[in-house]
Each structure stands twice: as C-alpha cells, then as structure tokens.
C-alpha cells in the first residue's frame, strides 16, 4: 500500500522568502507523485507532476520539486513566495492506474505574511 | 478549458434524508473520481469509474452509492445521512492511455453538503 507524509503541518514564511514543503512517500512498487494545491473554499488544484524522466520538475506559480528515489521525497520549493501563495497544499502519491485513487498527505499549510 | 462540474455547490440536509450529488467530467475523459474532505482533513478517496465501471474501492460507506453513466457524468447518492456526513465532496476526472498521456486528476470545486 502506498502512503505520503508531509512532515509539516504549517509553514509561516515572510514575503519574498523562499519556501520548501517536505513530502515523503512510502510504496512498494513505481508511484507517480503530485503536488495540488488548495486556496480557502476552493477545489484541487494541480501545481506539478512527477511521471518520470527528470528528477526535477517545474509547475505552476513558480513552483517546482524534486524527486528523489532513494530518499522517498519529492519536497516542493519556491524560491520566493507572495501573499498570494497563503494556501494548503497537499502532496498524493498513485500507483498510476486507470481509476486508481490518489493517496493524499494531510496538507501543510503555508501563510505567507508581509 | 472545460473543467469538472459538479452540482450543486452547496446543499443542506437533515439527518436521515438522501442526497445525489452530480459530477460532469472534463469532455473525452473517460474516468471520474469521488472523494471525501473532512473539515481540515485531506480528500479521502471514496470511489471511482472507468468506462462506467467500478474501477476502485476506498472508504465509502455503504449508505453511499455511485454509478457513471453512458454521457459518462457520475452521481453519488447519499442516503440515512448522518452529521458526519458534512464535508466537502470532490468529484475528479481523468482521460487513461492510450488518448491519455498522464493519469493525472483534475478536480472540480467541489459541492459541499451540510447535514443539520
């Protein structure tokens, strides 16, 4: 079975200042990993993907993460956050299957104040 | 882009009563996904079809039903509703190989159901 851990439950950051959500993953077999993101009484959103090739992969709002196999994580980083990026963000992990369920941490959630 | 709808947004229901929440999948995908989030919990998979079958099975009570029809839209029904029903109710919905490059989800905003 397959399982994410985000060691973080709440991340305060000041403008401008880069971030990194930490997200590990437990599985016995080739995961795909992602990183959605969720603003106050919104859906899902999706920032990134792992799928394979490059260990490192760049999303939406200037986002990006790195898989790394031998460590089980893929850690999301910016390098500097706006206000604007004050969400929860969740990492999921699937097996990658058709109809297959998307395996959610429990979020960290990032304020970012001025 | 066409994204995920769902219907309604919000709904009020009093223990016991039934819900049936609606989801319309992204055009051409073929899988649709149901999930679950708890006030300041994360999405709890419930259930999911591919080509109007059952393809996964997660934590859904048996109170809950779900099915996909031909145009591919879905519907859960809800029924003996109970307090701890209240959450939000994520529909998603994803196109699998070969038309599909990535299993990726795309999620719609959700409907949120309130059971008082």
């Known amino acids: 079975a397959q399982s994410v851990t985000q060691l973080d439950s709440q991340v305060p950051v000041f403008e401008e200042a880069p971030v990194e959500l930490r997200c590990n993953y437990s599985?016995?077999?080739?995961?795909?990993l992602f990183w959605y993101v969720q603003y106050p009484n919104q859906g899902l959103q999706l920032l990134l993907k792992?799928?394979?090739?490059?260990?490192l992969v760049k999303g939406i709002n200037g986002f990006e993460a790195e898989f790394n196999k031998s460590q089980t994580s893929f850690h999301l980083r910016k390098p500097s956050v706006h206000i604007s990026d004050t969400a929860e963000y969740f990492c999921?992990?699937?097996?990658?299957?058709?109809?297959?369920?998307?395996?959610f941490g429990k979020g960290t959630t990032l304020s970012v104040s001025s | 882009a066409a994204g995920v709808i769902q219907s309604p947004r919000h709904l009020i229901k009093e223990k016991r009563e039934t819900a049936t929440l609606k989801c319309y999948p992204i055009?051409?995908?073929?899988?649709v996904y149901w999930y679950q989030q708890g006030p300041g919990q994360d999405p709890q998979f419930l259930i999911s079809?591919?080509?109007?079958?059952?393809?996964d099975k997660g934590s859904i009570p048996d109170r809950f039903s779900a099915q996909q029809f031909s145009d591919y839209h879905s519907e859960l029904n809800m029924s003996s509703l109970e307090l701890g029903d209240s959450a939000l109710y994520f529909c998603?919905?994803?196109?699998?190989?070969?038309?599909?490059?990535?299993?990726?989800?795309?999620f719609g905003p959700g409907t949120r159901l309130t059971v008082t």
């Open positions: 998603a919905s994803s196109l699998a190989p070969p038309l599909g490059s990535t299993y990726e989800q795309y």
């Open positions: 599985s016995s077999v080739s995961v795909y």
């Open positions: 792992y799928l394979s090739g490059s260990t």
């Open positions: 999921a992990v699937s097996v990658g299957q058709a109809g297959t369920a998307l395996i």
């Open positions: 055009p051409r995908h073929d899988t």
């Open positions: 079809f591919y080509e109007k079958m059952q393809s």
